[in-house]
């Protein structure tokens, strides 16, 4: 009868009947079960509880499901360890018991416990009783997957537990909040110094704060069971580069591997460990095994935006299989079967029951590489001088070394963009971009003149009332006049990129412009005008071409064009992003949209133009380009294209010689080779919101390296050139993490503004987004022999 009336939702009934059962047989298994679920239906927690616990948890008919609704209870109330000791209890008894493991992975993600909840998961895939976002879930293990009630109630249950706070922490840690974290950390390490997860994160905040100085200590209170988290290798491989010690840096890094075979900050650091060993060849292995990793990244984060087909989910299953990870093969396959309502075929459920019977998965990486035979540190003693480990902070200059002033107004630089929203409570994602600006010698009288592009009104008004773009010429170095419309280069449409090339090749250079929906070619007249000449358009009227360069790219001496698109389609024109007025609108992530499609044009010569082979602009997809660079990166061949896409993994074209039917004429090919290159993403294997491209020889070895900027929260990137062709990720290194973290950056330079031989930074900065600060200063950075001061004390202006 209590049953039925808790069915019925009488839960004052229901209690009256359960409590004259207790008292009749206060020791029923069958009347304490059922009056603890009325009690958690009245909203007892805490009753239940103490009612539920009173049933043993051998019983043979009511103990498992009496422990697992326990442990449930528990987690509810944030009483997660307790919680977490029964579910462990439970497993023993009932391996298999997937909603048992489903709460504990749960339970172990709301402390920030990914490791720990990466093995869970691995049980659920191998018993083939998962989901998609288990599957999404494995992908990281060191991007965090939030429980956020559970995460609350934990904190509120044991606000002194460092394990209540972690799970959060470890939120603000992927958003590279580092600073903000440590006092936290150095407080746990302190208070609870056997605890293994805030003692990992201690390490790593040690690293990323610039105080590796403190690691020789930090290492020397290891709480039990260290060397089984890969973390705690990947920190001990981070340390040991640092003091270019790169035979044990690698070591450590395989270690981590071996204990998380999808480790990208570790595969990233191995490869950059074997170049420093003059092994390219196994970093070439490395690297391509870490492109299928940060491919299916890319593509599990396009399926969790819903941009996606079915195909993605075959793709990801093949790039797992090639990896060696049938655990992950097989989860994807069979999603992918389920998701286009095909039979799972008898090699999948062949393949599922080794999984169960406990089949190993070896990383290929650890089967490519001789990792035990490096050496393993028997100490993590420095062995060179302090200066390697020295603290990292931000560096500032007081000497005013460098002092820049704003002239642009009293020299006649009047340009300022308009994005349109005339004012507007709603904005769109366009409207938080700006335009380019390019310096052009338009007359040819020796003097750099400046070219401004210009929106005016928004591309979905009828007509639109766009804003000319303009053209400043310089007089002489000391004042610029107004002159696109005596130039006839007042463009008008929703401009964004600019650039400048000789397309004619008649030795006077020409005016590229990137609109909203079309791009323009100004030639140069050699009379102080321009005139427009139609290039090829893409099919997408709407398209959002965000930048346009031009050079040579087939080695033929004539300049081809390179179209980055940003996003494809219309709906970046009407959706509206949130506003303090409207703080409900879905937020306008570029992963909500679909990616634009980057184009190249082959220049023909006699005005008209091909567009290239499909399987290299295959190459070029899902980039959302926001900015180009054209040089010759490697000095080998041609021209090379890098291209900064946001938070997708960068592009890099890299030229080389293809054999002809005549062999003393090879031909100039471009081939995809960001991963290789090691430009595609950073230091930690994430794809970061890069924008700005600087590209110059920052430490004055003869090559030519680059520096990225990106979003808020990520640091601006310079990947230096150790070898031709070859880039390592020397953020760190040099000194430029943590002076740009707080930091959305655009446009940015690397020019030598103190004449000292040495090429500076220089970035200008400002938000997008209406919910954070909006205006942020430019930045200049000096750089002192290979390593940046921030100069902001005094700010050079």
């Not at 360069?549 to 709906?571: F, K, R, T, W």
Request: hydrophobic share 40%; with cysteine; charged share 25%.
């Amino acid at each position: 009868r209590a049953e039925k009336l808790l069915s019925e939702q009488k839960f004052d009934e229901a209690w009256t009947t359960a409590k004259e059962l207790l008292v009749q047989e206060p020791n029923s298994v069958p009347a304490l079960f059922i009056a603890s679920q009325i009690m958690a239906a009245r909203n007892n927690l805490a009753g239940a509880i103490q009612l539920i616990s009173k049933i043993d948890p051998s019983d043979p008919n009511l103990g498992p499901a009496a422990t697992g609704q326990l442990s449930e209870w528990l987690a509810t109330s944030g009483d997660l360890p307790s919680a977490e000791a029964k579910l462990r209890g439970l497993l023993k008894q009932y391996p298999t018991a997937t909603p048992a493991l489903r709460l504990l992975a749960a339970i172990l993600h709301a402390q920030g416990r990914r490791w720990d909840a990466g093995k869970v998961l691995d049980r659920i895939v191998r018993l083939g009783d998962f989901k998609t976002p288990d599957l999404m879930s494995l992908v990281d293990l060191r991007d965090p997957s939030d429980e956020e009630e559970l995460r609350q109630a934990f904190a509120r249950f044991a606000p002194s537990d460092p394990m209540s706070r972690l799970g959060e922490i470890r939120l603000l840690l992927y958003a590279d909040r580092w600073n903000d974290c440590i006092d936290q950390l150095t407080e746990f390490n302190k208070s609870h110094p056997g605890q293994l997860e805030p003692w990992i994160w201690y390490g790593e905040a040690l690293l990323e704060t610039g105080k590796a100085q403190s690691l020789p200590a930090w290492f020397k209170t290891a709480p039990e069971g260290h060397t089984k988290h890969p973390e705690y290798w990947y920190i001990a491989g981070r340390y040991w580069m640092m003091q270019a010690r790169w035979e044990q840096a690698a070591r450590c890094f395989g270690e981590a591997i071996e204990l998380d075979r999808r480790h990208l900050g570790a595969m990233q650091s191995l490869s950059e460990c074997l170049v420093e060993m003059k092994e390219l060849g196994k970093a070439n292995e490395v690297r391509e095994l870490t492109g299928k990793l940060v491919r299916i990244k890319d593509l599990t984060n396009q399926i969790q935006r819903g941009l996606t087909k079915d195909e993605a989910y075959f793709e990801i299953a093949k790039l797992y299989e090639q990896l060696g990870d049938h655990v992950l093969a097989f989860g994807w396959e069979a999603i992918a079967m389920v998701q286009t309502k095909q039979p799972i075929p008898p090699r999948l459920v062949a393949l599922q029951k080794e999984l169960q019977a406990g089949k190993a998965t070896v990383s290929p990486i650890l089967e490519k590489l001789p990792v035990k035979s490096w050496p393993l540190p028997d100490n993590q003693t420095p062995t060179l001088p302090e200066s390697n480990l020295e603290n990292q902070t931000i560096a500032t200059d007081s000497t005013g070394s460098i002092s820049l002033d704003d002239v642009a107004e009293s020299m006649g630089l009047k340009a300022q963009y308009d994005n349109g929203s005339k004012g507007s409570r709603h904005w769109t994602t366009l409207e938080g971009l700006g335009g380019g600006v390019s310096a052009i010698d338009f007359d040819k009288d020796g003097w750099p003149d400046l070219f401004y592009s210009q929106a005016g009104d928004s591309p979905l008004s009828q007509p639109a009332s766009y804003l000319p773009k303009q053209l400043y010429r310089s007089l002489q170095g000391q004042s610029f006049k107004s002159v696109e419309q005596s130039a006839r280069i007042a463009d008008l449409g929703y401009g964004q990129g600019t650039g400048v090339a000789d397309l004619d090749q008649d030795g006077l250079d020409d005016l590229l412009v990137a609109n909203i929906g079309q791009i323009r070619w100004y030639r140069n007249q050699g009379d102080g005008t321009f005139e427009n000449v139609p290039l090829p358009q893409a099919d997408t009227p709407s398209i959002w071409n965000s930048a346009i360069q031009a050079a040579d790219l087939n080695g033929d001496s004539l300049p081809d064009i390179v179209q980055c698109a940003y996003i494809d389609g219309d709906e970046f024109l009407t959706r509206k992003c949130p506003t303090p007025s409207s703080p409900e609108s879905v937020f306008c992530h570029p992963k909500r949209f679909t990616p634009g499609k980057t184009r190249i044009l082959w220049n023909q010569g006699d005005g008209n133009w091909t567009l290239a082979d499909p399987h290299l602009l295959e190459s070029l997809v899902d980039g959302y380009a926001l900015g180009a660079l054209i040089t010759n990166l490697d000095q080998f061949a041609g021209n090379d294209v890098f291209i900064a896409n946001d938070v997708s993994p960068n592009h890099l074209l890299m030229s080389g010689l293809a054999m002809t039917e005549s062999p003393e004429v090879p031909k100039m090919v471009l081939e995809q080779c960001a991963i290789q290159a090691g430009v595609a993403v950073d230091l930690l294997g994430r794809a970061q919101a890069s924008m700005g491209i600087a590209c110059g020889d920052q430490d004055r070895d003869g090559m030519l390296d680059l520096i990225v900027t990106n979003f808020r929260y990520e640091v601006s990137t310079l990947y230096r050139q150790i070898k031709e062709g070859f880039f390592t990720d020397a953020t760190r290194m040099a000194k430029l993490g943590e002076p740009t973290l707080e930091w959305l950056s655009f446009g940015c330079q690397l020019t030598d503004l103190d004449n000292d031989g040495w090429l500076d930074f220089v970035t200008v900065n400002g938000h997008i987004d209406f919910l954070d600060v909006w205006q942020m200063p430019p930045q200049v950075l000096r750089n002192n022999k290979g390593k940046f001061q921030w100069l902001r004390t005094p700010s050079p202006g």
